[in-house]
C-alpha cells in the first residue's frame, strides 16, 4: 500500500500565499513524477504543477510565476508554494505522484485525499 498525506490548505485573502505539503508513504521501490491537481465546483480536474523525479517542472499557464512546486526525495515529500492567491484558484488541490512498489516493482499512480483551498476576503 502507498499513501499520500497532503496538508496546508485553508482560507487565504486574495493576494496571499499558502504551501501545501504531500508526504508519500508505504511500500515504495521509488517515485517518478509528482504534482498537484486541482478541481473547482463544477469543474473538471486539472493539472497545476508537476515535478519529475530528476527535478524538472511543469506548470498551468493560468500559475506560472506564483506558485513554485518542488520535492525533498529524502522525505518522499513535495510542497506548492502558492503566491498572489487569487478567488480563482479556490479548489479541492490533490496531490498525485507515479510509483514503482517494493517488493512487486509494480508501477502504481497514487492520489491523495485532496485539501480546501478557499481564496476569499
Known amino acids: 500500500q502507498v499513501q499520500l498525506v497532503e496538508s496546508g490548505g485553508g482560507l487565504v485573502q486574495p493576494g496571499g500565499s499558502l504551501r501545501l505539503s504531500c508526504a508519500a508513504s508505504g511500500s515504495i521501490f521509488s517515485i517518478n513524477a509528482m504534482g498537484w491537481y486541482r478541481q473547482a465546483p463544477g469543474k473538471e480536474r486539472e493539472l497545476v504543477a508537476r515535478?519529475?523525479?530528476?527535478?524538472?517542472?511543469n506548470y498551468a499557464d493560468s500559475v506560472k510565476g506564483r506558485f513554485t512546486i518542488s520535492r525533498d526525495n529524502a522525505k518522499n515529500t513535495i510542497y506548492l508554494r502558492m503566491n498572489s492567491l487569487k478567488p480563482e484558484d479556490t479548489a479541492v488541490y490533490y496531490c498525485?505522484?507515479?510509483?514503482?512498489?517494493?517488493?512487486?516493482?509494480?508501477?502504481?499512480?497514487?492520489w491523495g485525499q485532496g485539501t480546501l483551498v478557499t481564496v476569499s476576503s
Open positions: 515535478i519529475a523525479s530528476g527535478g524538472g517542472t
Open positions: 498525485n505522484a507515479t510509483v514503482i512498489t517494493d517488493p512487486e516493482m509494480m508501477y502504481l499512480e497514487v
